[in-house]
């Protein structure tokens, strides 16, 4: 019996799919309202829906080991994932004191914690894109999304080294996710997503222009990465399991919101127009020009698998919204 917190969002939903597919028994937490809400994710067949409050008790899982089902382990992927949200105290209560919670629970039970941290901890990047565990104390995060996933990083590599950790814990630091399954983020979805919804109405796709000398308009880069490649990496670090420690999670290739669109039009059968317009000023300070994951230490510890490319991972995702459209 695996918890998946956050199953109605993006990536948690597709988590809890492939755990499902897979004969394993899923309790899916989230606000019981997306569920019924989220038209994305009506086919959500698991063993129980439960609300975030629920799983916090020590009740709830001596219930169900009482039953003869107990947890085994937890994939913790609800959090805010809004990098504009400035409410440090909404920040702090959902995303850091909710996470060390979850942390202490499957220390107690001696289950496996898996989660989802961040890109955004690097910051502007001056202290490049490695995953290394010794510098993670230097990073700034240019927003306080960021922060707040670094802050639990730092957390989790401090309870490791006290010796006060679950069994098996890895958490994985996502880039640019993009894939089917996020209208329900509005502005937090991807450039693939409002590319496609643009494209569609008005026959052109909209990018930020660049604020940064020396770097051309829609050539700012990103890492990148579909979400079933995210899925894949995350089932593999359960069933293995990864021991501990904190891992990039990107394609481990920049590419260029250029190259996005390319693939966009491409993937949409429509001739290339593009209109920059100017990044919102509220967030021109706290925007990342370049991110690219370093992924040998993931593949060190033997995840072997190729990643889909920029190209394909896109005609797949507007393939699915064509046939929902």
Not at 29 to 58: C, G, M, N, W
Not at 112 to 134: I, N, V
Not at 258 to 287: Q, S
Request: neutral net charge.
């Amino acid at each position: 019996m695996i918890i998946v917190t956050g199953a109605a969002g993006f990536i948690g939903y597709r988590v809890a799919k492939a755990l499902s597919a897979k004969k394993i028994p899923v309790i899916a937490v989230d606000e019981l309202l997306f569920f019924e809400t989220r038209a994305e994710h009506q086919d959500l067949s698991v063993e129980l829906k439960v609300s975030p409050d629920a799983i916090l008790d020590d009740s709830f899982y001596s219930d169900l080991a009482s039953r003869g089902t107990p947890v085994t382990g937890i994939f913790h992927l609800g959090a805010s994932s809004d990098t504009t949200e400035m409410r440090l105290d909404y920040l702090k209560r959902v995303n850091v004191d909710y996470s060390k919670r979850l942390w202490e629970i499957c220390t107690q039970l001696r289950i496996p914690f898996l989660y989802a941290s961040s890109a955004a901890t690097y910051g502007a990047g001056e202290q490049g894109y490695q995953d290394d565990e010794s510098s993670m104390h230097l990073l700034k995060p240019l927003n306080p999304y960021g922060d707040s996933k670094l802050q639990f990083d730092l957390f989790a590599l401090e309870q490791d080294r006290i010796g006060s950790a679950p069994p098996a814990w890895s958490g994985f630091k996502f880039f640019n996710v993009y894939g089917f399954g996020e209208r329900h983020k509005g502005r937090q979805s991807s450039v693939v997503l409002q590319g496609f919804d643009q494209v569609k109405a008005h026959g052109k796709l909209k990018l930020f222009k660049s604020h940064r000398p020396g770097i051309a308009d829609g050539e700012q880069m990103r890492d990148f990465v579909f979400v079933d490649d995210v899925v894949k990496v995350m089932i593999w670090a359960y069933d293995k399991p990864l021991v501990r420690g904190i891992y990039n999670l990107g394609s481990g290739k920049a590419r260029s919101f250029h190259d996005l669109a390319k693939a966009t039009f491409a993937a949409m059968g429509v001739a290339p127009m593009i209109e920059f317009i100017d990044t919102p000023i509220e967030i021109r300070d706290r925007y990342q020009y370049f991110t690219e994951a370093t992924m040998g230490k993931l593949r060190h510890a033997g995840y072997a698998e190729e990643f889909v490319s920029l190209e394909q991972g896109v005609k797949e995702t507007i393939h699915a919204l064509q046939l929902r459209s």
